[in-house]
């Protein structure tokens, strides 16, 4: 089956570590995102890829890093420099061509210990 | 910057009720986008459009892209429990740029 799947599901953090948030793709798209989302909050950007070897900063990126090695994978580290790293993860890819459409892996609940 | 406001923010319904949810952008998109969110998982896409006045059905769900291209609608007829959850409207102007999300209507169906 095609889809986008993220590892793992849950993740706990201790204070000062980074840890790295799995996503692969099957779907064969060029582009990938991370989002964030907060209890009863919407989708922030964080980063995105729109091809391989190449991402650019979202909206939230202080305290993340990414890598684009490969098509299928973007991986995205949480740091010790982001301070309230607390929530809920989304991994996402898109179509391209005249109907692109973005489809969302099933998420990574990072908790801080 | 881009915005969507999507309304209402949430909803308590009864089972059997009809839902009509909606976004509305300060901007023009060539695309919208509809999606469903069940707690702890990632959004699930439900219809998309990509042109002016297009109306699209999936089920029980019917979404209409605006003829002025800055809004959309998402209706749900007969709505079930399984309904329940969180519908996020996303739009975008065209090819790779930012899908831009609502925040979210929150769907509650009382038994």
């Known amino acids: 089956d095609g889809g986008i799947t993220q590892s793992p599901k849950y993740l706990f953090r201790k204070e000062g570590q980074n840890v790295t948030l799995s996503c692969e793709q099957n779907?064969?798209?060029?582009?990938m995102y991370w989002y964030r989302q907060d209890p009863g909050q919407g989708l922030r950007l964080i980063y995105y890829?729109?091809?391989?070897?190449?991402?650019q900063k979202g909206d939230i990126a202080e305290g993340y890093s990414v890598s684009r090695e490969k098509k299928e994978s973007f991986p995205l580290t949480v740091t010790s420099a982001q301070k309230n790293p607390t929530a809920f993860y989304l991994c996402a890819s898109r179509s391209r061509g005249p109907q692109e459409t973005q489809y969302f892996g099933p998420g990574t609940r990072l908790l801080v210990l | 910057g881009q915005q969507l406001n999507q309304s209402p923010q949430s909803m308590f319904i009864q089972e059997g009720e009809d839902v009509s949810m909606n976004c509305t952008s300060s901007?023009?998109?060539?695309?919208w986008l509809w999606y469903k969110q069940d707690p702890g998982e990632g959004p699930v896409l439900l219809i998309a459009?990509?042109?002016?006045?297009e109306l699209t059905s999936n089920g029980r769900l019917t979404a209409q892209f605006g003829i002025t291209r800055k809004d959309s609608f998402l209706n749900i007829s007969a709505s079930i429990p399984s309904d329940v959850g969180i519908y996020f409207c996303a739009g975008q102007l065209s090819r790779d740029d930012k899908i831009i999300f609502g925040k979210g209507t929150r769907l509650h169906i009382l038994p």
């Open positions: 890829s729109q091809i391989v070897n190449d991402f």
């Open positions: 459009l990509y042109k002016a006045g």
């Open positions: 779907l064969n798209h060029d582009a």
């Open positions: 901007s023009i998109f060539n695309t």
